[in-house]
């Protein structure tokens, strides 16, 4: 019984201890909900954490007399979680903005809970196009990338240089098939050609009788329409089973820095995937990436830690320019977002588009060979720069309600 | 199975009336008083969350059965509900030179009716894996009954009104007898408040009738309770179809609380968690499981802000029930002060 | 070449080589499990969590000693079995007396222990371990091509699985072993140390599960939920063959390997669930499991 009223306590010292921090009171609170243990924990995580903080810092928020406080929760990968964590932020905390929310099903759940309360959602971590899509809410800005982009990015470029029959490994849940359909899509629009699939029950461990069915349909490209461990363990098996060797070459639809950092150079080189973001690609980065690494693990910014970071510096521009900080209503806030240009170190100028979706550069990667790499965290090298204007599904084609016609 | 229930009070105490009026006079002012405190929805969680464990307590406390698929009524009656709910038709594959599609043109309930819907699935899936699964006992039964929900989630996987991952989402929470809004926060609060009473009196009724009694008796010595020509796999099934009925309500309301029905509620973790919550609260008592599930759920809710640490806390609360409170909160407390709870 | 079911028999071939592969994991880990299970009455829960302290520890090993995997296969179960014979001492000891129930959820706890540990420090997304170089490449062999390493896997797990079945069933240790499960006492009336025995049995069981982790480290991706999404599956094996019967174990982890290499050629979305039907019709039928006797 001590325990329940030890409990009661604390939730009541919880509830009455922030009761009084309002937006409108000049307390900016901003919410980072994305996975803090489990397998998105290392490209998101504690990272997106120190790059929202990073944020604030480099704003200058407390000079220009602004007060903003983070907080950080975990959804655990769970829509239910991370709508009811959304709900008490917002109802009990007063968070004015969440960030972040990597997986789509949950950033799919928080972007109607933010749209119900009218709040902000800046979404950097979560895959699905549906958020600019049919899914779109003036309350939310999707800014990093999303499945049309990488799927565009990497389908062309490989279509272009000859990779024009593909077999998919596809992660069997609903993000797994977006990826595959944007995907053939682009490959089809190009003039290539899609000769199977296999759906991979998710999370996997061995995909290998999978790879084999890819290798004995003889298509010259293998896409991996999966993300986090199945696309690591999808690639490790097939550097085991020499598919690389014997010919075939394999895509990563969604990887990340990180991933590549668990497969290590020997297993992951020639792999070919689109980012938004690489530490090491100009000065602006480099010195960005410097700074991140001693206050994370050593480790450099994913796109999406980079992305918290430039999205949340944007935000506080936009509550600058407002001055009244629309007295927490998010769609104000929202749309003076999309009326100002964005312009920020790592992603450079860009806009925001009226159905929620940020504009910039995306860059096609290649993984670099062992005596390549100059050392730890040098592992990829920019191939092609595919242009704002190119990188993103176009405006009419989304069907987006917010967007007339 | 029968030494799972060994630390449960033994009945027939001179206090139990009393002792128990006061518990359910106590729990009943906290229901009404906690929300002046504690945040509603976390409130209406906790209560979903109450009555899904009472639910599972009613056949491993009283019949001495584990189930270990418990999440299969929770998540599929949640999946009823959410789509009865938010579309209603609903469409069944049939074969006639081609697969096509009947529908059944039902057009969106209102939420009684699809909490009704979703304990109603709930008790029918109860009555198909129960029929499977009471014949076998112990670590078995545990088994085939996680056997069969992990079958079910794997439909659910593939279903396509279950949406995936991404879950049926967005489902409304109408209008309860075309009267009452439920979007308003009170009016869904007093609701879900209702419902959970009258689930907890109906498991209480349940646990001392004369039916209850004799699961009771199959519980200590079910050899015993043949012999005298019960019919035990009888009583057995119907206990087991109860627990699926309660815990399908208590999905069908979490789904329309939170409009949302996910994976989350169908995969077999959620079945680990009620087992959690009714250990920590005390297997066999008629309030462990509320207390049990009040303090996993604020427990998960407070902890979210530590992030990565959630796990270890989890696991750390895991092993210190099991080596020191055995009884679970309301058991010790009844054991120590000789009450019936 | 003929076909069967509209898929070349070469290709079947491969497929089913691949799944006795996969098996022999299953039955390395159920084995595991059978043993602790048989002599302690205990539902090893952690047993996913240590699978996986395997390949980490042979990964620090290798990272900070520069011991090889050879080194590695030798070291590193007798490092996660001392770490089992620890948690027997300080927790498991408690818990013989009562229902199984609790066994396993302290051993739960235990796995949400180890693995948050393990999140926290080194990320979720995984570490690399390379193939050792003596067993890199591969050999063509004629219907597929064969990673030499993945032949001396299943060529070492079933010298592993055999002789820890000679042990238990056919020598007089084991005979030891089996007698004290039956009846301790009269056991310990013939001088024998009845619950050393016992420790030393959940540490070989645990070293099992270590030395499966070593062996999983160049193939799968070497991150700490590598345990939990397969102990699901590794339960299912043990309870089809048979809970305790080792030769159920070993039997059933190899053809669950075969029929879920099946599954994925015929039914790739359902290779996962396969599993979950087996067991849900073998406990219809056989409520003892195929190779359990029943209580």
């Known amino acids: 019984m001590k325990r329940i009223i030890g409990l009661a306590a604390l939730a009541l010292a919880l509830a009455c201890g922030t009761a009084q921090a309002q937006y409108s009171d000049g307390v900016i609170k901003i919410g980072v909900m994305n996975d803090m243990s489990g397998l998105y924990a290392d490209l998101s995580g504690p990272g997106g954490v120190e790059a929202a903080k990073m944020a604030v810092e480099d704003f200058g928020a407390e000079k220009k007399g602004m007060k903003v406080e983070i907080i950080s929760g975990d959804h655990q990968n769970k829509p239910d979680v991370g709508s009811n964590l959304a709900r008490s932020w917002i109802d009990t905390q007063h968070v004015d903005v969440i960030v972040d929310v990597p997986t789509s099903s949950v950033a799919l759940a928080v972007s109607q809970v933010v749209r119900e309360k009218n709040k902000v959602l800046l979404a950097s971590g979560p895959a699905t196009s549906d958020l600019t899509g049919p899914q779109c809410s003036p309350n939310t800005i999707h800014w990093t990338y999303d499945t049309w982009a990488l799927a565009n990015g990497t389908g062309k470029a490989i279509v272009k240089t000859g990779g024009d029959t593909w077999f998919f490994l596809t992660a069997d849940y609903a993000f797994g098939h977006a990826l595959e359909r944007d995907t053939a899509a682009v490959v089809e629009k190009n003039g290539g050609k899609v000769v199977g699939k296999v759906r991979t029950p998710f999370p996997g461990t061995d995909f290998s009788s999978f790879l084999l069915q890819a290798q004995s349909s003889k298509a010259k490209i293998i896409g991996l329409a999966n993300a986090g461990g199945d696309t690591i363990n999808s690639i490790k098996q097939a550097a085991e089973f020499g598919i690389v060797k014997g010919g075939q070459n394999l895509a990563g639809l969604l990887v990340f820095i990180t991933d590549v950092h668990s497969l290590g150079l020997q297993t992951a080189q020639g792999l070919i995937f689109t980012s938004a973001f690489y530490w090491d690609r100009d000065e602006a980065s480099r010195a960005f990436a410097k700074r991140f690494a001693p206050r994370y693990k050593g480790n450099m910014p994913t796109m999406v830690q980079a992305g918290i970071y430039s999205s949340v510096l944007h935000y506080l521009k936009a509550v600058e320019a407002l001055k009244s900080d629309g007295n927490g209503d998010g769609k104000v806030v929202v749309a003076k977002m999309k009326e100002l240009p964005t312009d920020d170190p790592l992603f450079g100028k860009g806009t925001v588009r009226a159905d929620g979706r940020k504009l910039h550069d995306m860059y096609l990667l290649e993984v670099k060979k062992p005596e390549e790499s100059k050392g730890p965290w040098d592992y990829l090298k920019v191939r092609a720069t595919i242009p704002a204007a190119e990188a993103f599904r176009p405006l009419n084609e989304g069907k987006c309600p917010l967007v007339g016609g | 199975m029968a030494p799972i229930a060994e630390h449960a009070v033994s009945t027939a105490q001179p206090k139990a009336l009393s002792s128990e009026a006061i518990a359910f006079l106590l729990m009943l002012a906290f229901i009404v008083l906690a929300p002046a405190v504690i945040y509603p929805v976390s409130l209406m969680k906790v209560l979903c969350f109450a009555l899904f464990a009472c639910a599972f307590n009613l056949l491993i406390g009283y019949v001495g059965l584990l189930s270990f698929g418990h999440a299969l009524f929770f998540g599929w009656a949640a999946y009823a509900t959410a789509h009865l709910a938010k579309v209603g038709a609903i469409s069944v594959p049939y074969w006639a030179s081609g697969w096509h599609w009947f529908v059944i043109p039902i057009p969106p309930l209102p939420p009684e009716l699809a909490i009704l819907g979703g304990t109603l699935t709930g008790a029918l899936l109860g009555v198909i894996a129960g029929a499977i699964a009471i014949r076998r006992q112990g670590i078995y039964f545990a088994m085939i009954t996680l056997a069969l929900a992990q079958m079910m989630f794997f439909f659910a996987v593939q279903a396509p009104f279950t949406h995936g991952e991404d879950g049926i989402q967005a489902v409304p929470r109408g209008w309860l007898f075309g009267v009452f809004n439920l979007s308003n926060q009170t009016t869904m609060y007093v609701t879900v408040a209702i419902v959970f009473l009258l689930g907890f009196g109906l498991i209480y009724r349940i646990i001392n009738s004369p039916f209850g009694e004799v699961l009771k008796a199959i519980r200590e010595n079910e050899p015993r309770a043949i012999s005298l020509g019960y019919k035990t796999e009888r009583y057995k099934l119907m206990a087991f179809v109860l627990s699926a009925a309660l815990a399908g309500t208590a999905g069908a309301t979490k789904a329309i609380v939170f409009q949302l029905a996910s994976l989350t509620d169908v995969d077999w973790p959620m079945s680990g968690e009620v087992v959690l919550m009714t250990l920590v609260g005390g297997l066999g008592t008629i309030f462990g499981p509320v207390v049990g599930s009040f303090i996993v759920v604020t427990m998960q809710d407070n902890l979210a802000q530590y992030g990565q640490w959630v796990l270890v806390i989890q696991g750390v609360i895991f092993v210190l029930c099991v080596l020191l409170f055995r009884r679970g909160v309301v058991g010790e407390i009844a054991n120590y002060f000789k009450l019936k709870l | ?295």
């Open chain 3, 1 to 295: 070449m003929f076909e069967i079911f509209g898929i070349p028999s070469q290709a079947l071939f491969g497929q089913l080589l691949l799944g006795l592969i996969n098996g022999s994991f299953y039955a390395l880990l159920s084995l595991g499990l059978a043993v602790i299970f048989g002599m302690l009455n205990i539902i090893n829960f952690a047993h996913g969590a240590q699978y996986m302290l395997g390949a980490f520890m042979a990964f620090f090993l290798l990272q900070y000693l520069g011991w090889n995997y050879w080194v590695a296969l030798l070291v590193v179960p007798i490092l996660v079995g001392i770490v089992g014979i620890v948690t027997e001492r300080l927790f498991l000891q408690w818990l013989y007396k009562l229902d199984h129930l609790y066994g396993l959820l302290l051993t739960f706890g235990l796995a949400l222990v180890i693995e948050g540990v393990f999140r926290n420090y080194f990320g979720s997304s995984g570490l690399p371990y390379r193939v050792p170089d003596q067993l890199a490449g591969g050999r063509n062999l004629g219907f597929m091509y064969l990673p030499n390493y993945r032949g001396w896997v299943i060529a070492f797990s079933l010298v592993v699985c055999l002789a820890t079945w000679f042990l238990i069933e056919r020598t007089r240790l084991g005979a030891y072993l089996r007698a004290a499960t039956e009846n301790p006492t009269l056991v310990r009336a013939f001088g024998i140390n009845v619950p050393r025995m016992i420790t030393l049995t959940y540490g070989f069981g645990v070293g099992l599960a270590g030395l499966a982790g070593v062996m999983a480290a160049p193939i799968y991706n070497v991150s700490p939920q590598m345990g939990s999404n397969l102990i699901i599956i590794v339960f299912a094996v043990v309870v089809i063959g048979g809970m305790g019967s080792i030769m159920g174990a070993i039997v059933t982890g190899f053809a669950l390997g075969l029929i879920e290499g099946l599954t994925k050629v015929f039914f790739p979305e359902a290779s996962n669930t396969a599993i979950f039907v087996i067991m849900a019709i073998v406990l219809i039928i056989r409520p003892a499991g195929l190779f359990g006797r029943t209580a």
